[in-house]
């Protein structure tokens, strides 16, 4: 078995809630023959099912199934097994994509979302969780052979996709988006409200990275188009995944050279500088409301105010 992810040195953002995990992928054994069958046979393995990216939770807990309980779906995917010390530790886990829910299986929080149930679920399950939804939304929409156009076989536990015609494989893709926090010489965050967006929310900027750029180059790019602001040395603070269908959010923090800040009206309402009396004011009154719970936004935001939102600010801080 690899090294569990737990024991890592934590990013200076801390433990993200989508970043959590308490099982090993175990990418070695994907590649054994008739993996997925023995697994399906195995009393042993628990089965995560899936429906349009929503899963059965009881107890604030995933509903895990033995594979007898669960009418076995054209896409399954091995996703590792549980570590030492999790409930459930070194079993196997699948995941089942089924096409529509099972009254057979009853859930009694229902079938629920990542995003409404993250912050509830314990480091297991987040992480099951996070994989299984970016797995499933992979292959819901790369089903067939980009190079030719015949539909592909699954193969590899599910982590593969390969073309029978040609024989090209293809493998599962990740979207680097970057998120940055903004801040100028007198300590204030730069947020924006998207176009997009209700108008009292507001977050950190943020955009995808393109082909062929670096995540610096990346964060440099984004903050002047969409602000007009020159920022210097984005430092690099952690990552999560959000699978809401690809992203893997990379958060940096930069220092503003410049603080004139012009909207780029096709993304951006308005922007706006925070002193952490401002926020806090604001947020409390509800005349703006920021990013969610288990987003990186929300992290890099608290982490630049210095503690929970919901909180005044400590008197050292202006
Ligand atoms: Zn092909």
Known sequence: MTEPLRTLVLPPLGSLPLSRADSDRDGVARVTEGLLDRLWETPETRVLTLVRGKAPVTADALLLLAPSDVQRPELVVYLGRINEGAVDAGAPVVLAVLPEEDPAIAPTQGWLGLREIAAS??????????????????????????????????????????????????????????????????DRLLLGSAVAWPEDRYSTLAGFVEPGESLEAAVIREVGEESGIEIQSPEYLGSQPWPFPASLMLGFTARAVTTDA?????????????????????????????????????????????????????????
């Open 121 to 186: 679920l314990d480091a297991r399950d987040a992480g099951l969780f996070v994989e299984a939804a970016a797995i499933a939304n992979w292959h819901a929409t790369h089903s067939h052979c980009p190079r030719c156009g015949t539909p592909t076989d699954v193969r590899d536990g599910g982590w593969v996709r390969q073309c029978p015609k040609d024989s090209s494989q293809h493998y599962p893709r990740t979207d680097a988006a970057i998120i940055v926090s903004v801040v100028d010489d007198d």
């Open 262 to 318: 012009v909207p780029d009206r096709d993304e951006m309402r308005s922007l706006r500088w925070f002193t952490r009396q401002q926020l806090f004011a604001e947020v409390r009154d509800g005349t703006i409301a920021v990013a969610g719970g288990v987003s990186i936004a929300r992290a890099l935001i608290e982490r630049w105010y210095g503690g929970p939102l919901d909180e005044e600010p400590s008197e050292a801080r202006p």
